[in-house]
Nanobody
Framework: QVQLVESGGGLVQAGGSLRLSCAASGRTFSRYAMGWFRQAPGKEREFVAAISWSGGSTDYADSVMGRFTISRDNAKKTVYLQMNSLKPEDTAVYYC????????????????WGQGTQVTVSS
């Protein structure tokens, strides 16, 4: 069982940066690949980024490639999403998730989800 709690969301101007954190409980955090997804009003939840259990492999959605960076600290049981050069279209609720698969990119492949944190980017 893994419980996930996101933090770090907020309101930022276009071009600004935010760093999201996702703290996990449970002793097996290091066995899970971790991912970030987002959901804007009226839209489906979409993949943003994922990282393997070791941190050695990552994957990104094309829309955030080069602007967002996913990382993890297994000792702290935390995964991060550094978001730079934010755009208004990045506005969404951001969710972290844990998967027993290798850096999956679809929601159905994830076993545990956090409650989400709101990110709002003003133009």
């Amino acid at each position: 069982q893994v419980q996930l709690v996101e933090s770090g969301g907020g309101l930022v101007q276009a071009g600004g940066s935010l760093r999201l954190s996702c703290a996990a409980s449970g002793r097996t955090f290091s066995r899970y690949a971790m991912g970030w997804f987002r959901q804007a009003p009226g839209k489906e939840r979409e993949f943003v980024a994922a990282i393997s259990w070791s941190g050695g492999s990552t994957d990104y959605a094309d829309s955030v490639m080069g602007r967002f960076t996913i990382s993890r600290d297994n000792a702290k049981k935390t995964v991060y999403l550094q978001m730079n050069s934010l755009k208004p279209e990045d506005t969404a609720v951001y969710y972290c998730a844990a998967s027993s698969d290798h850096i999956p990119t679809t929601t159905g492949e994830y076993d545990y989800w956090g409650q989400g944190t709101q990110v709002t980017v003003s133009s």
